[in-house]
């Protein structure tokens, strides 16, 4: 597969003003993100192992709905794929549960593999991003619309991303636009009253003998 550049979009301001390009808002992805957190860790032990992801799948759909669905962004289901769309702007939005979000270095795997509809949906923009002619693509839907995904990771961290999707896992992403980014600086999180002493002095006491 070629490779080819991942446009990355982070900072208060770029974000909100990329997002204003597709009509959105960051506290509208924000609050997708906390929908399905929040159902995440609301799951019994008594719940089938999957409750978590499934929860957070269920409600993370329903917010992304309430929070964008407005007359010109409507509900969609192509491939069975549950997400939004926006026709004008030849947008599609969906939800997607991942392993951590935000991270430049390495980027979100699905919680659980992509199935061939998934695949089918974002195929079209994977060739003209890579400036090759493909030919027919075959199992791609006539629409062409690139579908985007809210991508929320286990630590809280949020994404709003364009990814390439092969053999059930992203290959690659045409754009990263990081919304949540959790501190992963591990020496700003070492509680000092229980982390290492890097100097101290050892008492040395001789038993008495009898």
């Given amino acids: 597969m070629l490779a080819f550049a991942t446009a990355i979009v982070e900072g208060e301001r770029p974000v909100a003003d990329r997002l204003n390009d597709f009509g959105l808002a960051p506290e509208q992805i924000q609050a997708v993100g906390m929908a399905a957190r929040t159902w995440a860790d609301d799951a019994s032990p008594l719940m089938p192992i999957n409750a978590p992801g499934t929860l957070a799948y269920i409600y993370g759909v329903m917010e992304l709905r309430q929070q964008i669905l ?12 549950e997400a939004v769309v926006n026709r004008d702007l030849k947008m599609r939005i969906g939800f997607q549960n991942v392993d951590q979000a935000c991270d430049p270095d390495f980027p979100p795997a699905p919680r659980s593999a992509k199935g061939s509809a998934s695949e089918s949906l974002c195929g079209p923009t994977l060739f003209e991003h890579a400036g090759i002619d493909a030919g027919p693509l075959i199992g791609v839907k006539a629409d062409g619309i690139p579908t985007y995904y809210v991508m929320v990771g286990e630590d809280g961290s949020l994404e709003l991303s364009h990814p390439v999707i092969s053999n059930g896992s992203y290959k690659h992403f045409h754009e990263r636009i990081f919304i949540v980014s959790p501190n992963r600086d591990w020496a700003d999180e070492i509680n000092p009253d229980t982390a290492p002493l890097d100097d101290f002095d050892i008492e040395i006491r001789f038993k008495d003998r009898a």
């Fill in 70 to 81: 407005d007359g010109v962004w409507a509900a969609d289901r192509t491939c069975g794929i």
